[in-house]
């Protein structure tokens, strides 16, 4: 990739989003998996360590940062770099869930850590439907890979 290459320097600039979103992907997962143990721990009814939930906290809020961040990067990538239509395909409306759902796992999750909620159960489905369908918005994406 040079510079005097701009065709090379677009297609490096392609991969930004799907690179940015498998290690945002990566983190959520990490941070599910500290939640499901806080999770057994409080359906076990034993007392859940207090570092269990600052590692879920440390992981998670970055996490779902990041994923928002990425989604932002999809439709600009796809129209900036690709020509594309934002959302024109099922791999964009998958996103749109995928947003949602972390959002929504966020806000629930603050108000959790702040004492003005206690759905754990909704935050925990939130966030394991946003892993999920965070998967198959990967797979999804499979066809559009530069």
């Known amino acids: 990739m040079t510079p005097e290459d701009p065709d090379s320097l677009v297609r490096a600039l392609a991969w930004a989003h799907p690179t940015w979103m498998l290690l945002s992907i990566s983190a959520v997962v990490v941070a599910l998996r500290h939640g ?47 020509g594309f239509e934002p959302f024109d395909t099922f791999h964009g409306a998958v996103g749109v869930a995928v947003a949602a759902l972390f959002a929504s796992a966020a806000w629930l999750g603050q108000r959790i850590a702040h004492g003005r909620s206690r759905a754990q159960g909704l935050h925990a489905l939130l966030g394991a439907l946003g892993v999920l369908l965070s998967a198959l918005a990967a797979v999804a994406g499979f066809v559009l890979l530069p």
């Open 36 to 82: 499901l143990r806080l999770r057994r721990a409080r359906l076990a009814g034993v007392r859940r360590a207090p570092e269990l939930r600052r590692r879920h906290l440390i992981v998670a809020r970055p996490a779902v940062v990041a994923i928002l961040v990425g989604f932002a990067l999809g439709p600009t990538s796809a129209v900036a770099l690709r």
